[in-house]
T-cell receptor, first 115, second 114 residues
C-alpha cells in the first residue's frame, strides 16, 4: 500500500528557532493535512490544504504556522518561532479526494521537542 | 461543535478475549464516526467508519463497531484479541463532509496479554 512519508522522525530545537517539518504525500493525492498530538492528549486538526492554498485551519494554526507545497512532491509545515508548548507529535495526512468516504493516509509523524 | 469521549485510557485483555473500546460522541447534527489504530512508530490507520446506512460496520482485522444514536455511542469490538492488536485506538467524529477535519478522542491504549 502507498505510504505518506514524514521527515525527520525526531526534531529537537531551541525555543525561538524556526523548524520545518516535511511530508511527502502519496503521489496522486490532492488534499493534504497537518495534525498535532501533544503527549498524553488527543490528535488535533491543524490545517488542510488543496490546490496550493489553505482550505481550512483550526484555532491552533496561528500566524506562527505556515504550510507550503514547494514542489510537486513535498508538503511542509513551518513553525516560525517555536515555543515550549509546540512540543508534540506532528502528523501529515493526504487523500485523493475530500469527503467522509475518502480514506486518509497518515504518515508516521515527526516528534518535535522544543527545549 | 462536536466532541468525542473515549472511556478508559488503557484497556488490557488476554489473548483470545473480547475487546471492547468505548466511544461516546456529542454532536448537534448527524455525525460521521471513525475508528483509527496507531501501531508503535506508525501513523494513524483507518479501521472503520460510519457515515450512513447500516449501523453495524465492519472494519479491518476483525474489528467492528455499532452506531447507537440513542446512546450516542460508537464502541469498537473484536470477539477475540490477538497479540498484534496491541496498539493505540482513536475514535473520531466529524460533522463536516471533510473527514480530515475530524475531532479525535484522547485515545485508548490496548494491551494484549499472552
Amino acid at each position: 500500500e502507498p505510504e505518506v512519508t514524514q521527515t525527520p522522525s525526531h526534531q529537537v530545537t531551541q525555543m525561538g528557532q524556526e523548524v520545518i517539518l516535511r511530508c511527502v504525500p502519496i503521489s496522486n493525492h490532492l488534499y493534504f493535512y497537518w495534525y498535532r498530538q501533544i503527549l498524553g492528549q488527543k490528535v488535533e486538526f491543524l490545517v488542510s490544504f488543496y490546490n496550493n492554498e489553505i482550505s481550512e485551519k483550526s484555532e491552533i494554526f496561528d500566524d506562527q504556522f505556515s504550510v507550503e507545497r514547494p514542489d510537486g512532491s513535498n508538503f511542509t509545515l513551518k513553525i516560525r518561532s517555536t515555543k515550549l508548548e509546540d512540543s508534540a507529535m506532528y502528523f501529515c495526512a493526504s487523500s485523493e479526494r475530500t469527503g467522509v468516504n475518502e480514506k486518509l493516509f497518515f504518515g508516521s509523524g515527526t516528534q518535535l521537542s522544543v527545549l | 461543535a462536536q466532541s468525542v469521549t473515549q472511556l478508559g485510557s488503557h484497556v488490557s485483555v488476554s489473548e483470545g478475549a473480547l475487546v471492547l473500546l468505548r466511544c461516546n460522541y456529542s454532536s448537534s447534527v448527524p455525525p460521521y464516526l471513525f475508528w483509527y489504530v496507531q501501531y508503535p512508530n506508525q501513523g494513524l490507520q483507518l479501521l472503520l467508519k460510519y457515515t450512513t446506512g447500516a449501523t453495524l460496520v465492519k472494519g479491518i482485522n476483525g474489528f467492528e463497531a455499532e452506531f447507537k444514536k440513542s446512546e450516542t455511542s460508537f464502541h469498537l469490538t473484536k470477539p477475540s484479541a490477538h497479540m498484534s492488536d496491541a496498539a493505540e485506538y482513536f475514535c473520531a467524529v466529524s460533522v463536516d463532509t471533510n473527514a480530515g477535519k475530524s475531532t479525535f478522542g484522547d485515545g485508548t491504549t490496548l494491551t494484549v496479554k499472552p
